[in-house]
């Protein structure tokens, strides 16, 4: 129930957010090019370096005293505090009841983490060593050379993601695949091309209910039921998930499920079990480098100074942007190929954990929360929708990632990708004026660029963690719950009811006429 009369005020109604109101007014005629003229050596003032990722921000429309004031703001939501909850343990995600410890996951420590009155420390260090032996067992025999992962959203795109992204370090004797739609000719075109006999699906869902991935697993299963007739299956079969009874009831042998737990969300699960199958593709080593990374970054984030903090500085823009320069969507474009899928990834680590209009309060909040993001590999993004960017009605910040080192020499391909994103930052900041108005280009648009180093599985684990934490900040900022996702339900509660339409002779008519017409027309064909 929403609470019309709260005792606390509005992110809105704090002198701090006030106050950045203000100064948005004193800025609006200052172009980002003219802070360069005044300040040639802006750069030295407005970026940030952590190990081998820098973050370059100059090119906002924002100066030190805009710094300042969102660094106020932040301190007035208590974001240090929720910060140590977080980190703690304390039950952040206060809709479920729950903590958000995916940090624990890729700590090193051994001291004690108590959640619900148990030390947890000993099961994630249990199971990372499950992971080890299992991935270097899978690894070493070549028993299984087709590795096929079910799952869905955080069960899907972090693990697939992550697979690609890491590419350049796996084992290329095996082949690794990824099934989640439950359009069956996803799983379909999949089961075309592994061999069964040397095949292991990765069963990947917290719950072990959610309905794509069942459905997916049971057809998997009788596929291999199919082909291999009466040769026992279950060896080809391992789960991830907190859901054990569910899993035995699937037929998984119990030395053949890795735990999940209900402190770790789906789209922060990389670090858990859901990441064994790209463990299994670039070995423990790496995985155990990427966490090492990741930890890296939670570091710096629980101790650097909100004005030289990475992640609340990305975060922190990011309100500026979207509250008070009122704009709806973000740009996210990393120009690497093995990036490829951190775009669908971020999409739903951003948009599904703070596309969100209940504070935690439960009240109706009177100001924007989590924008629009749009993605897509450079130099593919320039010639998809870089159109808007340059020229829209809208304008619409970017972040730029860029790898300096490729992982791949070929003469002059390298130098090209890098010259087209470094051009895009600059291009979108100064525009160009034309006598020809249709090529005419306005600039003042802001970007940030991120840059690393290597894409190495540590650098890799550095970045997602950056992104992590830069939502985890505005969700703080927005007062909003960053850990569930509540409107993802409604959709899929419908879908159970309509389900049972479409498999009845007759249709119930207590709907809608859309909803009707369109069930008549598909059971009519």
Wanted: charged share 25%; glycine share 6%; aromatic share 8%.
């Amino acid at each position: 129930m929403l609470n019309d009369m709260p005792d606390k005020p509005q992110r809105s109604e704090l002198p701090e957010w006030k106050a950045l109101e203000a100064h948005k007014k004193q800025l609006e005629n200052t172009e980002i090019k003219d802070l360069f003229a005044s300040a040639p050596d802006r750069f030295d003032n407005f970026h940030l370096k952590h190990e081998n990722l820098l973050f370059d921000y100059s090119k906002q429309g924002i100066n030190a005293d805009t710094i300042a004031k969102l660094s106020d703001l932040a301190k007035a939501c208590d974001l240090e505090g929720e910060r140590e909850k977080m980190f703690c343990g304390e039950k952040i995600n206060v809709t479920e009841g729950r903590a958000a410890l995916h940090t624990a996951l890729r700590s090193p420590d051994n001291d004690p983490l108590i959640v619900d009155g148990e030390n947890i420390t000993p099961k994630i260090k249990e199971t990372l060593e499950r992971i080890k032996g299992f991935s270097t067992k899978i690894r070493a025999e070549k028993k299984f050379t087709h590795i096929v992962n079910i799952g869905v959203g955080g069960s899907d795109l972090g693990p697939y993601m992550a697979y690609e992204a890491l590419k350049h370090y796996s084992d290329r004797d095996i082949n690794f695949y990824f099934v989640s739609n439950i359009d069956a000719s996803h799983l379909m075109e999949t089961l075309r091309l592994v061999d069964p006999e040397k095949t292991l699906f990765i069963v990947t869902s917290k719950t072990f209910t959610t309905k794509e991935t069942i459905a997916n697993a049971r057809s998997a299963k009788k596929w291999m039921q199919e082909q291999l007739g009466k040769k026992d299956i279950s060896e080809h079969f391992i789960a991830a998930s907190a859901n054990i009874e569910e899993v035995n009831k699937f037929g998984i042998k119990q030395e053949n499920i890795f735990p999940l737990w209900d402190w770790v969300g789906g789209r922060f699960s990389i670090w858990s079990s859901v990441g064994i199958s790209f463990c299994i593709a670039i070995g423990f080593d790496n995985f155990n480098e990427m966490l090492k990374g990741a930890h890296s970054m939670d570091k710096h984030f629980c101790e650097a100074p909100l004005d030289q903090n990475m992640p609340a500085m990305l975060a922190m823009i990011g309100v500026w942007h979207r509250n008070f320069l009122k704009l709806p969507a973000i740009s996210v474009t990393p120009y690497n190929q093995y990036l490829s899928h951190f775009c669908e990834y971020l999409q739903q680590l951003d948009m599904e954990s703070n596309g969100k209009g209940i504070s935690r309060d439960n009240i109706s909040i009177n100001y924007d929360t989590g924008p629009i993001l749009i993605s897509d590999t450079g130099t593919n993004a320039q010639h998809a929708y870089f159109q808007t960017l340059h020229q829209g009605t809208t304008i619409i910040p970017c972040d730029f990632i860029m790898v300096a080192k490729s992982n791949h020499q070929i003469e002059g391909h390298h130098d090209i990708l890098l010259a087209n994103a470094i051009a895009q930052t600059k291009a979108l900041m100064d525009g160009e004026a034309s006598e020809d108005p249709q090529k005419s280009f306005t600039g003042n648009r802001p970007s940030n660029t991120i840059i690393i180093d290597e894409l190495t599985p540590y650098n890799f684990g550095m970045l997602l963690a950056l992104y992590e934490h830069k939502i985890f900040v505005q969700g703080i900022i927005w007062n909003i719950n960053s850990f569930d996702q509540c409107g993802v339900e409604l959709g899929k509660t419908l879908a159970n009811k309509i389900v049972d339409f479409l498999k009845k002779d007759i249709i119930e008519t207590d709907t809608d006429s859309s909803t009707l017409g369109i069930l008549k027309h598909i059971k009519d064909l």
